[in-house]
């Protein structure tokens, strides 16, 4: 199970911090990625990070303002953005996947689980 975290109501330009726990399986290996989803929008791929090896991926248009790292101790995954734009007002999911190819890390259709999404707001 993955729990995501740390939504909210920021203004443009702003900060927040999200958080994604897993429970229940150990996801050290797995990749581990962030998404969102825009009203009326198609999902869209933001940062993965690969736990086998510790590399990172990032859409391009997030890849400046946004961090993904991970507490592998805690099964944790989180995503620092910062900089926010209104058009960044979403629903954020975090979703893992074990054994994935480069080329298939930024398709959500390619992840087996995925948490219940947490709401962020920008507002301008």
């Known amino acids: 199970q993955l729990q995501a975290s740390g939504g909210g109501l920021v203004q443009a330009g702003g900060s927040l911090r999200l958080s994604c726990a897993a429970s229940g399986r150990d996801l050290r290996n797995y990749v581990l990625a962030w998404f969102r989803q825009a009203p009326g929008k198609e999902r869209e791929f933001l940062a993965a990070h690969r736990g086998s090896v510790g590399t990172t991926f990032y859409a391009d248009s997030v890849q400046i303002r946004f961090t993904i790292s991970r507490d592998k101790a805690k099964n944790t995954v989180y995503l620092q953005m910062n900089s926010l734009e209104p058009e960044g007002t979403a629903v954020y999911y975090c979703?893992?996947?074990?054994?994935?190819?480069?080329?298939?890390?930024?398709?959500?259709?390619?992840?087996?689980?995925w948490g219940q999404g947490t709401q962020v707001t920008v507002s301008s």
């Open positions: 979703a893992a996947a074990q054994g994935l190819i480069n080329s298939s890390i930024r398709t959500g259709t390619h992840y087996h689980y």
